[in-house]
């Protein structure tokens, strides 16, 4: 019968033969060998790359002129053909008070304008309205505004723990 000793030794020896063969044939497992000849699966080149002359364009002419610009930035091009989108519309709210998260955002397109507003509480109790409108010609334009008065909590009382300032729980999570 076979000792313990042999058994684990003929087991170890076994495992690291199937570690073997497994690394040689495993998809990706010649991942940080070198790369084949060329490392890629087309033939090289007859005749290696060698630049031109320095300060030369390709080509055997001069350059054009440059082109005018086509247009002012953040404006569409005279070119440019508008395609209605899908009209849309959404809503949504959270309001989570353990947390203190109090946000919504509503928003309608009819396909060319969008218009929406969106709200968030700011840590210091102020809602923060955002109305919007956004077109295809000019952009997105945002009318922002506060609710409510803003609020600063007294920190701890001198000699209290904590000695840093801020609001009395802290974060909850």
Sequence with gaps: MMSFKSFILLSLSLAAITAYVYAQVAPGSNA??????NGY??????KPF???PPGRTPGNGPRPPPSPPRNIPGQPADDHVHVPGM?????YAVQDPETANDYAHKASSDGDVVTGEYRVQMPDGRTQVVRYTADWKTGYHAD????GEAQFPQ???AGGRGGGGGG???YKY
Excluded at 32 to 37: E, I, N
Excluded at 87 to 91: G, I, R, S, V
């Design 32 to 37: 940080y060998l070198p790369p084949t000849k």
């Design 41 to 46: 699966d087309y033939p090289e080149p007859k």
């Design 87 to 91: 009209p849309y519309e959404f809503e």
């Design 155 to 157: 920190g701890p009382a």
């Design 168 to 170: 009395a729980a802290g």
């Design 50 to 52: 060698q630049p031109g």
């Design 144 to 147: 922002v505004s506060y609710e």
